[in-house]
């Protein structure tokens, strides 16, 4: 089947703005307006879908879009909706959960092997876009942010995900490294401990008060410097923590700089499994077309 005749399976609808048959693969790109009673259509804005048969898998996707026009050309900027109270998602496929039947022309769902026509797919994918399906891994996402950046400033970095990301390309391309030496952000303490500054101020904030609050608690006779069991105490506090600065300095660093030692076993550490769970956005498409009804009666904001 040819890309032309794979288009004609669809049957354009008034809400679409145009279609587009792919030149080199089987499959288009769909331009649609949304419900007039959003505020994303009156800020004018459009879904661009996109629907393949390749040699790999059945792909798709839908995503938001910012119109801009340059001259007689219009370019669609992909953008989140980040700006709006109700959220829309964006997804595209990993070419896992539906097929493209030739012999019978229609899509099939292989968890419950259920067919649809084209018309009857794209308002699936319109529904599902249509919803907020991603609101509580939004708030994980979150938390994973915001513990990626906690643990990066407690080694004197910084962590942003955008940049980081841009950082790592950079980096795998082997442009711009971070400095080779791992103790550049490690200040030495009372010239034997090794101690990243953020660290040391934790723990910091958490002992004095605790000493003062819970000093009375305390044991091991006289709650004072003069006291060995209070001295041995502080000297392994300061070990463990140097410890600690070393052991997550390291791992940052393979974070940002994995090892290009073919032989050598891939390991990915708790850094980068955080950092790879916000981009991992993936969910089951909801099958019953109903909720574009549900989806399209917005409340105007």
């Known amino acids: 089947m040819k890309s032309e005749e794979f288009v004609k399976l669809y049957s354009r609808q008034d809400s679409d703005e145009s279609i587009t048959a792919f030149q080199n693969e089987m499959g288009f790109s769909l331009i649609r307006f949304y419900p ?3 505020p994303y259509f009156k800020d004018g804005r459009r879904m661009f879908i996109k629907i393949a048969v390749l040699d790999r898998g059945f792909f ?9 026009k340059e001259g007689e050309k219009t370019s669609y900027i992909i953008t989140e909706g980040e700006g709006y109270k109700r959220k829309v998602t964006n997804f595209f496929s990993d070419g896992s959960e539906f097929t493209f039947d030739n ?7 292989q968890p419950s092997s259920k067919s649809f026509t084209m018309n009857e797919f794209v308002e699936i994918l319109v529904a599902n876009h249509l919803s907020d399906r991603l609101f509580f891994k939004r708030i994980l996402n ?8 906690f643990l990066l400033w407690l080694s004197d970095a910084r962590y942003e995900r955008i940049q980081t990301a841009i950082d790592k390309y950079h980096y795998g391309k ?9 103790k550049k952000n490690i200040e030495p303490f009372f010239k034997y401990f090794y101690i ?7 723990i910091l904030l958490v ?7 819970f000093g009375h608690l305390w044991a091991y006779g006289d709650f004072s410097l003069s006291n060995p069991s209070l001295l041995l105490l502080f000297f392994l506090i300061l070990f463990s923590c140097e410890k600690f600065s070393t052991w997550l300095h390291k791992k940052i660093k393979e974070f940002l ?21 916000q981009y991992n956005n993936k969910f089951n498409l909801k099958l019953n077309i109903r909720n574009r009804q549900r989806a399209a009666n917005i409340e105007e904001e």
């Open 207 to 213: 002992t004095f008060p605790s000493a003062i609050f």
């Open 174 to 182: 082997g442009e711009n490294p971070p400095p080779k030496d791992e």
């Open 36 to 38: 007039k009673n959003t």
């Open 257 to 277: 700089m994995p090892s290009k030692d073919h032989f050598a076993e891939k390991k990915i550490n708790f850094i980068e499994k955080l950092y790879d769970y």
């Open 103 to 109: 012999a019978t022309q229609k899509v099939n769902h």
């Open 196 to 202: 990243s500054k953020n660290i040391l101020f934790a």
């Open 142 to 149: 979150e938390l994973a942010n915001r513990v990626l950046k």
């Open 60 to 68: 798709y996707s839908v995503e938001m879009t910012r119109p801009e």
